[in-house]
């Protein structure tokens, strides 16, 4: 189709964008889960990853959008399924961001607990690693957040589609009593008409049986008035 054609080439660079800002989230949650420390690095790196996340998730949305735009059926089928694959691999990259989060954290809590064994600034320390973890929190519960709306925008479109194949099949089901109904009153119209043909015939083989014996009666009157010496 001509809409296709005019789309394929932002297709293809939308299709480009996802795997690059995919492998650059890989790469950035690898640099997390090795990250030694401080917490402020950390900080630094959630925010690169969060950003990339917000760049993907807009990338995806606009492939979503260019597929419901297709003219054929079945691009827009195929485009749909590689939309929601990389959904699907967006949530794995969103589950790894959070398992590196809290490796990387755990580390750090536990050469921050060998510093304080030392007896290097642990008041400090403690209330530096309370702030870090709320404001990478904070960040983690935003972009979930997110994920979040994007799969129940998901689960709304399948509910007006299970809501309209309800109504369909309701529809049916009416046709086929309607049909029931009117094939009964059918039948009994069929035994009404047969019913009233063998009445007709009835009828018939009387009058004429009345006929005949009324002409007979009337032609033996005529005999004896007639030819009485007969």
Not at 27 to 49: F, H, K, Y
Not at 58 to 74: F, H, N, P, T, V
Not at 107 to 114: R, W
Request: aromatic residues 4%.
């Amino acid at each position: 189709s001509k809409m296709a054609a005019a789309g394929s080439v932002p297709v293809r660079v939308c299709h480009q964008e996802i795997v690059r800002f995919d492998l650059e989230i890989k790469a950035a949650v690898q640099d997390i889960r090795d990250c030694p420390g401080p917490l402020s690095a950390l900080t630094e790196l959630n925010a690169a990853v969060k950003e990339k996340f917000r760049h993907l998730r807009g990338r995806i949305q606009e492939l979503e959008q260019m597929a419901k735009e297709q003219d054929r059926e079945s691009e827009k089928q195929a485009l749909l399924r590689e939309v929601e694959s990389h959904k699907k691999q967006m949530l794995s990259n969103q589950a790894a961001w959070r398992k590196a989060n809290l490796a990387c954290k755990i580390a750090i809590d536990n050469s921050e607990k060998d510093q304080l064994l030392q007896g290097r600034d642990s008041l400090r320390q403690r209330k530096t690693t309370k702030e870090s973890l709320a404001e990478s929190a904070s960040n983690i519960t935003e972009s979930l957040m997110g994920i979040s709306r994007m799969m129940s925008q998901q689960v709304q479109q399948s509910e007006e589609t299970v809501q309209t194949l309800a109504n369909s099949s309701r529809t049916i089901l009416e046709a086929n009593e309607e049909f029931k109904s009117m094939s009964g009153t059918i039948q009994l119209g069929r035994k009404l008409i047969t019913k009233y043909n063998r009445r007709e015939l009835t009828d018939k083989l009387l009058i004429f049986l009345a006929l005949a014996l009324f002409l007979a009666t009337v032609l033996y009157i005529l005999k004896k008035r007639l030819f009485p010496f007969l």
